[in-house]
T-cell receptor
Framework: AQSVAQPEDQVNVAEGNPLTVKCTYS??????LFWYVQYPNRGLQFLLK??????LVKGSYGFEAEFNKSQTSFHLKKPSALVSDSALYFC???????????????FGTGTRLTIIP | DGGITQSPKYLFRKEGQNVTLSCEQN?????MYWYRQDPGQGLRLIYY???????QKGDIAEGYSVSREKKESFPLTVTSAQKNPTAFYLC????????????FGDGTRLSIL
């Protein structure tokens, strides 16, 4: 079974500094990887995904993620943090494709990102 | 705008009572999902449905039930058998194509009176 680990419950970054939110995964076969963001009392919003191709994936709100197959990692990054980036971030991995088409997601436990003005 | 609507936003349950959470989508997605979110535990899958009139148990289905009579609707019933129902419940949907992301509603927060 696939799994996702987010080793940091909390990450604090000064406004304007680069940020990294870490994610490692375990999956048989080629991974489908996703990042989501959640603001208080809201649902999850999709940020970006890695399916295949370039290891650096660009997404919404200036975020990007680097897929590293040898380290089984998919860390989320942003060059310059904004106070509005403060939120809960989830990494997720999808089951390997089946004949049906859509498969379940397995989520990490989340990382709370706080940007300090 | 297309999206997923969950209602109510807040819900209170009395002991021994069943309650039903609504989830409606107008995205024409085949698949729908219910998750439970507890602090520090991320999202855990309760039930999912990949097509109308069919659904499968997720990782924590005990004490919950669902139906999928229409493509756009996937209600979740929290039964009295669920002894610790206080949580934030999230509904999601996605197209059948496996590389597409899930779209989420804004959740229902369930508490016990």
């Amino acid at each position: 079974a696939q799994s996702v680990a987010q080793p940091e419950d909390q990450v604090n970054v000064a406004e304007g500094n680069p940020l990294t939110v870490k994610c490692t995964y375990s999956v048989s076969g080629n991974p489908y990887l996703f990042w989501y963001v959640q603001y208080p009392n809201r649902g999850l919003q999709f940020l970006l995904k890695y399916i295949t191709g370039d290891n650096l994936v660009k997404g919404s709100y200036g975020f990007e993620a680097e897929f590293n197959k040898s380290q089984t990692s998919f860390h989320l990054k942003k060059p310059s943090a904004l106070v509005s980036d403060s939120a809960l971030y989830f990494c997720a991995v999808r089951d390997p494709p089946s004949n049906f088409g859509n498969e379940k997601l397995t989520f990490g436990t989340g990382t709370r990102l706080t940007i300090i003005p | 705008d297309g999206g997923i609507t969950q209602s109510p936003k807040y819900l209170f349950r009395k002991e021994g009572q069943n309650v039903t959470l609504s989830c409606e989508q107008n995205l024409n997605h085949d698949a729908m999902y219910w998750y439970r979110q507890d602090p520090g535990q991320g999202l855990r899958l309760i039930y999912y449905s990949q097509i109308v009139n069919d659904f499968q148990k997720g990782d924590i289905a005990e004490g919950y039930s669902v139906s999928r009579e229409k493509k756009e609707s996937f209600p979740l019933t929290v039964t009295s058998a669920q002894k610790n129902p206080t949580a934030f419940y999230l509904c999601a949907s996605s197209p059948r194509v496996s590389n597409q992301p899930q779209h989420f509603g804004d959740g229902t927060r369930l508490s016990i009176l």
